[in-house]
């Protein structure tokens, strides 16, 4: 099964790279390998993000957060992620109009803050990628060995490092892409199959399933959490479910926010796909963990009412065992096929995307920036091919770039370099190669003659061999790194409470760099760097408080309250040491600084395949090579900023001030309000079912369509495009 999983996704990469090689006519480039073309459909973008934000831990943990504090568990934990993904439109607009030739965060900050505080966020950018990586690492050895009885540890790691790797090395990020459409597709088809079976069909070994009422009436006589009003399970009124919300909303803003797969997904669409993507997306993934958690979690509950061998050990309920467990106790072998492929399903795309954030981390941050620059000591304001001043060359719409060049005396002489997209040479080193390519009889060695272009070029293509082997050595590594992990006892709990307050310092400095001109190098060093050390601080201080101290040290530095207390000192000292520092430190003085600093992000492009080749319908009448400016690109993608902006209000409100105030107003759920519940969060997931399993292909064959009957009318009128 897995081996046939695997096959299929290499399968659906192929499939990918055909499409975008002779549809889209993309460049096989790193580029496009990392930004998948750049033009990518909103229920596509929105299957994709769901599809990777939704870890395997989350189709485990929500069961054992509602099997803790009851109905109102699952909900929470669902509510607390859900609150920073549809945040995230309002940040990936503002990227993608102001950097929009940028194809990592980190670009940005380096961009605007230099070599030091690039280094410092490059850090904590693969650190993030660490903690999901050895999240994946414990849920995969765990689930696996529950699941398939004497396997290794050796054996479950190889198959999820075969999983996380197998496509992304053919077809680059597009394939993710579609292999999460098809992961989600799988995933909601068998979370239906398992609703259905628990509440709609007879058991003769479990009289109670396949009628709500029952387990209503079987929840109700047991005694839930003291802090749950009423003692109860059927109840918003819950301190733990409440105090789980605001944690996990810490936990999850720099997962959101700071990791490179969530940015790769973002930057793989336009504006307005990319807004609309989001928001749909925040739904499409609430529907999983909100609906098989409360299904599973108050199962379990019904079921161990009555019947005290059927309960779980506290520690396999913390383990994230009762999901697994209920599937296999009611559907058998059935139920455990169900839930591993679940699990493989959600491996697949969550792992791929740290692959490739990981990847494109070491290409373009680091190997591309610090190992092997193409130029040496490059600005982004000159032009990366002969070191000219760019901005007299592009017609930037700014006077100066005051607070980086203004202090020198001599300014680099103007770019002369011809658009690439106008130069001759390169017409005809492109044409030269695309018929070597075709002709099996010659060497496939790229060759390019254009003295202005041909030395970019080779390397260029030198980097798309280090990108090969960056993603194979990146997919190997997780190997021997996820047997350390298992090695060191390490549980999924610890891992992501207390990962969060180790991450969550570099929030502020990610937001504040693409949003507030007056952030400053020092202020984000110092908030990143001040708020980590205070979050750990207060994290082990609290830990050492508590019984067996610092010597039960997984337990106790994850304990609720600890990590809360670290995650929320972590963030609130890192927003106030980056503002106050930032405010005292910055250098805008006018508003020709503050279109200074606004402009080099703009700045941030490839010579060779211009950020502007991606609007061409938006902006048809543009000439070749120019690029539309800030203002036109805002009052083209201003319905985006907006929809962003009410779509974000309004789901907020649903999330977190209408459901929970009309749950809680009803207080201890009756036997009626309770299956209305249930109802409510069955429906939600029929129709995310769906949009995924319709409307998605549907909007993506619509998409190619379009793309080739622009490809028709491109071949009948002269262009001077490449």
Known sequence: ????????????????????????????????????????????????????????????????????????????????????????????????????????????????????????????????????????????????????????????????????????????????????????????????????????????????????????????????????????FLTFWSEGGVIWAVTGVCLTASITFCDQASWQSRIAAKPVQGVMGFLLATFVWFAVPSTIGTTAGLTYLALSADNSSLALSPGDIDAGLVTAYIAQLVMGRTGTFLIL??????????????????????????????????????????????????????????????????????????????????????????????????????MSVRIFRCPHHGDYRMYQASLLTFKNWCILWVTIALLPFGLIVHAAGLDLNWVILTGSIATIPCFPGVVLSLVWVKASAVGLVTGSVGGLVCGISVNLIYASTLEGGLGIFLLNTSYPYAVLAGCSTSLLVSIVLTVTVSLCTHKIASNEDEEAVWTRLRQISNPLHSWADQYQEEFPDLPAGKEPTFEQLSSVFRPAKMTAIVGCVCSILLLVVVIPGVMAALHVLSSSQFRAWFTTLQVWCSLMALIVIIVTPIEELKSICTRIAFNRRMKSTPSTRL
């Open 1 to 232: 099964m897995l081996l046939g999983f695997s096959v299929f996704s290499v399968l659906l990469a192929v499939l990918y790279n055909v499409i975008r090689r002779h549809v889209f006519h993309d460049a096989d480039n790193v580029d496009t390998t990392f930004d998948a073309g750049g033009n990518v459909s909103t229920s596509l973008t929105a299957v994709t993000i769901a599809s990777q934000l939704l870890w395997p831990g989350d189709m485990l943990q929500s069961a054992t957060v509602a099997v803790k504090y009851g109905v109102s568990g699952a909900f929470w934990y669902s509510t607390a992620a859900a609150i920073n993904i549809i945040l995230f439109p309002l940040l990936s607009f503002h990227f993608k109009t102001r950097a929009p030739g940028a194809k990592t965060y980190l670009q940005v900050i380096q961009a605007r803050f230099g070599r030091v505080v690039h280094t410092v966020f490059c850090m904590f950018a693969l650190l993030i990628n660490l903690v999901i990586l050895t999240a994946i690492a414990v849920v995969g050895v765990a689930i696996i060995q529950n699941l398939v009885k004497e396997a290794s540890p050796e054996f479950c790691m190889l198959i999820v490092v075969t999983l996380c790797g197998c496509y992304s090395f053919v077809g680059g990020l597009g394939s993710t892409f579609y292999v999460c459409y098809f992961n989600t597709l799988v995933v909601f088809i068998l979370l239906v199959v398992l609703i259905v079976n628990i509440f709609y069909m007879s058991h003769d070994e479990f009289a109670l399933l396949g009628n709500i009422d029952t387990i209503y009436q079987k929840i109700a006589c047991q005694k839930g959490p003291e802090t749950n009003e009423d003692g109860s």
């Open 341 to 442: 492929t679940m699990f493989t399903m959600l491996v697949m795309s969550t792992g791929s995307g740290e692959i490739m954030a990981v990847s494109s981390i070491i290409v373009y941050d680091i190997y591309q920036t610090y190992i092997r620059p193409f130029r040496k000591n490059h600005s982004v304001s000159s032009c990366i091919l002969c070191g000219g001043d760019k901005e007299t060359h592009s017609d930037v719409n700014t006077n100066s770039m005051t607070i980086e060049h203004n202090t020198s005396s001599h300014r680099p002489a103007p770019c002369k370099c011809p658009f690439a997209s106008q130069c001759h040479h390169c017409s005809g080193d492109v044409a030269a190669n695309a018929k070597k390519e075709k002709d099996p009889t010659t």
